[in-house]
């Protein structure tokens, strides 16, 4: 505080003191026009001015002793509603602006209701910081929920982040505070500074809402302006709307930006180039949809974007908001979806961003048995506080509406589900156990928020345990999401496929086990980022044996996911066999493509991509029973797999040797007579292989019951291999 200040404080009332020392919760009732005996008095506080003047009319304010204060009394009609000030600031550069004293309160008493009440769907245009025209003028509102303030500021760029020049005004009830501040324009840089009423501390933060902010390290939230970008894809989102997801196929490429590619200096590539080269890539190997690991804001790049910060930016290491829309945009043009992964099970303990954001434990639980997760030193939401979930479901829908994603994939369901999920000491629920039910209630509401206004999008569930009825209706009793990761498919497949072939005949329920609840929810079968880091090696090297049986292992493992009921996710660099596991601060090993056994894969999977969207059998009811029949699931000696997978009247049939011993005259029950082709078989030297198969010739069904089926035919399995055959109607 300024000795001059001090001097001068018998001049100053109580109201000004506070306004100097930065603690008035409504500093309107100083600052702006207001009658008094003589008309009205206009009062400003700026800071580091010299001089100021209102521009109408050039009426010199006086300044009140040797404080910041300025006033000038007139008649009313001497003033406009709305006036501007020009002051001279101590280093002599002029300033012109509007007044934010001078406007009245901007969000209204319904939004303040719904905010209050967690029912504030599209609550980013009200919190933050929006622009806005007022009365003729633009500038941006500035919005924050902090009712355990004292005083909220917003500082910035614009006044020299001075926590003293836009003190906020409180909503009376709501415990959100709001400056109108004209003339300002997007791309300002600003935070809020917070006074906590009770212990007096100072916080500076990031805006929980903001929508843009600046390159880490730093941390500054940016006004963004309305979206410049033009939207091309309304044909696809309309089909989306009436997309029949649960009879189509659907293949999923995870990939994490800042690794997949780069420029040639190791630079990030923006937005627009990689969806450009995503695209390209994409559309070669035949995915149908490209899910993003979090590109919400977040400040540490090892994180993988699972830690954020920022729950309403795209990240600014690839550009812009309008660059991600191209994006989104771009790979809708060309018919490929775009799911993101969104993360609201927990966030990070940064000083600068919602943890204790006004001072207390706002957006999390202040008792840490239920408020942090030790395993990752993160922060939980506090599902119970309507605030919050506003906060969370308003976050999702943005991304599903403004930004025309296609789908959010939830991270870490199962942490949100238990209250004693890795913790020993854990406090239960009001029934005495260990369901989180608050978060429960917020899943529900999200599902059921999103299906509502979203037609179309997808809300998909990480979620590790046996949880009853994930993917099934709320009404139902369900928790509402559309798919959920198989992730007991993934880890059985994987111990299984870890085994040398000699010993997997012990293990055979591994494979077959899946059987028995595949159809319990609407699963999606998932190879993802978590598979092939922290130590677990890459998927190349999870298979044993020599080179040649490591890349024919992962060709018919690939195989076998592509033809199981479910949904399909590979990670970047899974489908051309990366060896080394994956590193996030580098680059794919795109050079191994140079390599015939690691191209051969890459022609393999795509394929198997086109194989599966041209086969109606393969999709067309990978939900339900009536999509799959064993052939022989006990042929645990030979260690082979074969089964049907049917839509309506097509079929076809799947042929699966987990051992290095081809299988010649192998004789199977087949559903009809006739003849046979094969279509499919990873054993094919274009892949790779030894090229043993069926060749082009057709196979014969004959009238020799065989495996409880009228008709049966001899194959040749070839080695860690997996074939699929096709009636010749």
Known sequence: MKQAEKMTRPSLNDNHIKIIEARHHDPFEVLGKHPDESGVNVCAYIPHAVEVSILEGNRRLERIGESDFFTWRGAANDVPEHYRLIWLDDAHRQHIAHDPYSYAPQIGDLDLHL????????????????????????????????????????????????????????????????????????????????????????????????????????????????????????????????????????????????????????????????????????????????????????????????????????????GTPDDFRFFVDHLHAHHIGVILDWVPAHFPKDAYALARFDGTALYEHEDPRKGEHLDWSTLIFNFGRNEVRNFLVASALYWLREMHLDGLRVDAVASMLYLDYSREDWIPNMYGGRENLEAIDFLRELNSVAHVECPGALVIAEESTSWPQVTRPVYLGGLGFDIKWNMGWMNDTLRYIAQEPIYRQYHHNLLTFSMLYSFTENFMLPFSHDEVVHGKGSMLNKMPGDEWQRFANLRTLYSYMFTHPGKKLLFMGTEFGQGL???????????????????????????LNHLYRDTPALYGHEFEWTGFEWIDCNDSAQSILSFVRRAGSEFVIVVVNLTPVPRTNYRIGVPDEGAYAEIFNSDSHFYGGSNLGNGQDSLIAHSLPWMNRSHSLEVTVPPLATIVLKPVR
């Open 115 to 318: 905010l209050s009440a967690g029912n504030h769907r599209h609550a980013y245009n009200i919190l933050g910081a929006n622009c806005r025209e007022v009365d003729g003028v633009a500038g941006v509102l500035f919005a924050v929920w902090a009712p355990n303030a004292e005083r909220v500021s917003v500082v910035g760029d614009f006044n020299r982040w001075d926590g003293r020049r836009h003190q906020m005004r409180v909503r009376p009830g709501s415990g959100v505070w709001e400056i109108f501040i004209p003339d300002l324009a997007p791309g300002a840089f600003y935070r809020f500074e917070i006074r906590n009423r009770h212990s007096g501390e100072v916080l500076l933060k990031s805006d929980p809402y903001g929508q843009q902010f600046e390159a880490r390290p730093k941390t500054a939230s940016i006004v963004v302006g309305d979206s410049e970008h033009v939207w091309q894809d309304g044909e696809w989102m309309a089909k989306r709307a009436l997309w029949d997801w649960q009879h189509a196929p659907m293949s999923v490429y995870e990939v994490h930006l800042g690794s997949w590619q780069r420029g040639p200096e190791g630079e990030f590539l923006n937005y627009r180039e990689l969806a450009v080269r995503l695209v390209d890539y994409v559309t070669r190997m035949g995915f149908t949809h490209v899910e993003l690991l979090p590109v919400t804001e977040h400040p540490f790049d090892l994180s993988w974007g699972y830690q954020a910060t920022g729950y309403f930016a795209p990240t600014s290491r690839f």
């Open 581 to 607: 596991e994956w590193n996030s601060a580098g680059v794919l090993d795109w050079y191994v493509l140079e390599y015939p056994l690691h191209s051969g894969m890459q022609r393999m999977v795509a394929d």
